[in-house]
């Protein structure tokens, strides 16, 4: 294209239909968004989903959700029986493992993936699948993560692949991102926990640099502390996470959190007091 | 002043002094670092004070460094026997507790702090010292950390404060932060230990952003494998080190930080790049 497109549908769901919705929109590109699911990205906290939901519709995009749609020529589209004509379409869904042209019959699932088995071994011995391709996670450091623990396993290094602990980042504005079990998963699951929250607004170097929209959420199971699962939204939430990943992964208590000295004045300092407000309450609220 | 100063001295040493030199050099006043103490940041990494050392002079800031000065009238000093001319002088050493006028009798110790024990309780009963005025540490968010510690203290919740789990922030450009053992503490406690480097130029996300210059190194125990210290250059920093303060307040060992997943793409990847990089070697350097 040699222009940007006046007006664009965006089909899909996930941080990439959201990141490109979003980027259309700031070039001034009128965006519809369209998604057949019932949440905008799929694993992802309903707090985050009720967020990001409410920031595209402010943002002025055009949503559709859980809505079918019928393609009608290449450049128009049929939602709830009405034409709606755009200059390109977008389609961000998740698609099946594409495979090379190749003799050798590996086994698919039903939903078009490669099957492996908990090695992440497909059906032939020496074949393994990691990646987008197995369907287990559509996120590059999953993937990552799968080839590690592919080629231990080939040694000999036995373990299981815990996919309740991996980020998932939205590169949305403004960004989110999440690690460990959602508050729905926690309440399924039968647990007593506690959502303890600190916004942005109240740190003090989030002022400074203007960066006041957003929060951390620590969902901490009641009886041990255990911290479960961490949400966060605001600038810089991406590369936040990793501390977030870090005391999930060492199955750190909010009394962990809340006894590591944070520096200040830092962005991070938000964490510390979301663990003061789980213990007792937090000093800068 | 309703003029910035043509010409600058700045005396002192620790973060607060590298800050104020930095930014007069960048609104071009001519700076002159003036510090009769051999190490620009006492207590950080020397990793940390040789960088930040040639940064200074690549700067184009004139200094003395393990110097003795006197001063001359207003606005000249005596360095080297030679006369320097100024417009400001800025004193950015640290000082001794300042007391309100008060009829107790609080008892100091030889350079001018208010001697505390333990508990960080004054020779009065009832009157605890918390913050600088202790001596103990200059730093805002050692002192929060002191007056959380002593408050639990006087509710009976007794426990040691350990002074070596806080982070040291120093906002220059780029931005430096360490926590935890310096290497140099390290080596004189005897331990046999590994040092694990991963620069940014390496990294992804901070290709992108155009921040490449700095690195992340974490110093581990070679027996164990646990993270002792780690020290950052770059963008951010000063907040990037406060994962790695969750990893050495939770006793992490450097196969818990290659086994946390971080989310792709962020800068937070140079956690695990080192810590690939301590247990056998990094992927992407």
Redesign the interface.
Known sequence: MDELPKKIVVVGNGPVSIEIAQFFNLVETEVIFLTNNEELIPGADTFLNDYILDKLKQDGIKLFINTEYKSSGNDTIIINGEKIEFDLLINANSRGAVLPPIDINIKLTENGFIEVDEELKTNIDSIYAIGDVNGKSY????G??QGLFAINNIQGIKGAMNYR?????IYSVPEM?QIGMTEQEVENEGISYKVSEFPFMANG?ALIEGNTEGMVRIISDKTFGEVLGVQIIGA?A??????A???V??E?TIY?VS??????????EV?LEAGFEAVDKSIMK
Chains 1, 2 share one sequence.
């Open positions: 996120l590059a450091h999953v990552s993560a602990i991996y980020p998932l980042n991102a170097k810089n991406t590369d936040m996470i990793s501390e990943a870090a005391f992964e060492m750190a962990d006894r590591t000295i944070h520096a200040h004045p830092t962005i991070s964490f």
